[in-house]
């Protein structure tokens, strides 16, 4: 059994509307989604028209830098619609879907018989290569570079997260053949990242690769934190992350030769009458997940998360690697007294509120500010709760002055998003952490490229 890394940096929010674990019925969805604005850093140009029919598999659209990543409709169906924003901008490609879904078969095959060409060649014509993410920037994998490492974290600590041991039940086989298919694309390791509070599922001993345990608060099970306690990303270094659940469908691929973009989604929080888990194909709409079974009330729909989720309508659609709906008050009602009045139901990391002596009392929180951006100060409250050793300030600061020597030097190259989203959570003055965030990415992804 390897050691346990203990994630001393962070803070688990513990909200009402944890999911039972059971697999709950709801009726299948009509229409899909495939959004552009879940790959940052790519230009989309369309392979599709509206009232096409697609198997699922069919390339929806393309990265016009990167004309061999492709991205595979999750179903079958008619394009029913391409959604357009400012300047003709894609917001959507929407597919009415088939009622039995028929795929595009690539043919099944053992990873372990092919080369590393073979591999990425099959994931890249069935479209399921936007499921291979990198790091720097957190932006879809170059198929043309070899990674240093390839990590899986094989646990998820946000709040109201899926249970990764039940999530992988029953489809060990696919996990254990989409992680051999990983193995072919590295000269170095896959890197999985267990939970060091429990004793790993069978599902993740997988020969030849390398397990870590971490034990802490979220963000524990970031691959970013996991990757920085053991091997941190160097200038020059490209590290490959994957999701448990895009693992599953990568051995899918190789064992029957479809892009089965099916996954275990968690619909959970306060707002929800019964939160339970469902088995939805990717890009679903959610209206037929949430009728019938949420308050109502005015609440807040997030695909993912509430730290590093996306506020979607209640017949809005899931996003490409989110594994969870969340459903919470919306607030914005006035407080009386605001910050002054005793109130057991609110979230702080300092002792100024009485909660910190109730440390599993689960909170029905909603998705009031209480405040707007004020003057960026130094108070300390980031370093709490981020378990990098970097400056989270500095780096920030040098973003928003776009120093690109000083954001290199602060160690922009190992951080995404999700690793700050506590710093957003915790900040005094408000500040737009991750969106700055992205924006240096981004700034270092067109001046440097990747």
């Known amino acids: 059994m390897s050691e346990v890394i203990k994630i001393k940096k962070g803070v688990d929010i513990k909200l009402q509307g944890e999911a039972e674990k059971i697999y709950a019925s709801a009726d299948t969805p ?17 392979k599709v028209k509206e009232g096409d029919e697609v198997l699922a598999g069919d390339p929806i659209f393309f990265n016009k830098n990167r004309e061999s990543v492709t991205f595979g409709a999750p179903v079958s169906g008619e394009i029913a619609e391409v959604v357009r924003g400012e300047k003709r901008r894609i917001l959507e490609v929407r597919i009415l879907a088939d009622k039995e879904i028929r795929y595009r078969d690539y043919g099944a095959a053992d990873p372990t018989s092919l080369s590393r060409d073979e591999v990425k060649g099959k994931i890249l014509e069935a479209g399921m290569w936007p499921l291979i993410k990198q ?8 198929p043309d570079r070899v990674p240093r490492d390839i990590w899986v974290s094989c646990f998820d600590s946000a709040p109201l997260a899926a249970d990764a041991d039940f999530v992988v039940h029953g489809q060990e086989e696919e996990f ?9 694309l590295t000269d170095g390791k896959v890197h999985l990242g267990l939970d060091g509070k429990t004793n790993p599922s069978e599902a993740f001993k997988v020969n030849g690769t390398v397990m870590h345990r971490f034990n802490g608060p979220h963000p524990a099970g970031n691959p970013g934190v996991q990757i920085h306690a053991v091997a941190p990303i160097n200038k020059g270094e490209t ?17 029957s030769g479809k ?3 099916q996954r275990s989604v968690v619909l959970a929080g306060a707002q929800v009458n019964k939160p339970r888990y469902h088995k939805v194909i990717v890009g679903a709409n959610v209206k037929t997940l949430l009728e019938g079974n949420v308050a109502d009330a005015k609440n807040r729909y997030i695909s993912g998360n509430v730290l590093t989720g996306t506020q979607i309508s209640s017949e809005g659609y899931l996003s490409y690697y989110d594994n969870q709906l969340t459903v919470i008050p919306e607030g914005g009602e006035d407080a009386f007294f605001g910050w002054l009045a005793p109130n057991l139901n609110r979230f702080s990391i300092s002792r100024a509120l009485f909660n910190w002596m109730m440390p599993n009392k689960r909170l029905n ?21 981020f378990p990098f050793e970097i400056y989270p300030v500095q780096l920030l600061k040098s973003i928003m002055v776009k120093d690109i020597e000083a954001m290199e030097n602060l160690g922009i190259y190992e951080v ?17 952490v991750q969106d700055t965030l992205r924006e240096g990415l981004d700034l270092m992804l067109n001046e440097l490229g990747d």
Not at 135 to 142: Q, V
Not at 239 to 255: A, C
């Open 416 to 432: 995404a998003e999700e690793d700050m989203a506590l710093c957003e959570v915790v900040c005094t003055s408000k500040i737009p």
């Open 365 to 385: 929180l909603d998705a009031n500010m209480n405040g707007e951006e004020r003057a960026f100060v130094v108070t300390g409250e980031y370093e709490k709760v």
């Open 30 to 46: 009509s229409t899909y989604a495939l959004k552009p604005s879940d790959f940052p850093g790519i230009r989309m140009k369309l």
């Open 239 to 255: 590290v490959w992350t994957v999701g448990m659940q895009e693992v599953i469908m990568l051995g899918r691929l190789f064992k």
């Open 135 to 142: 790091r720097p920037y957190n932006i879809i994998a170059n």
């Open 176 to 184: 254990q053949t989409g992680i051999k298919a990983l193995m072919q």
């Open 259 to 261: 892009f089965d973009a």
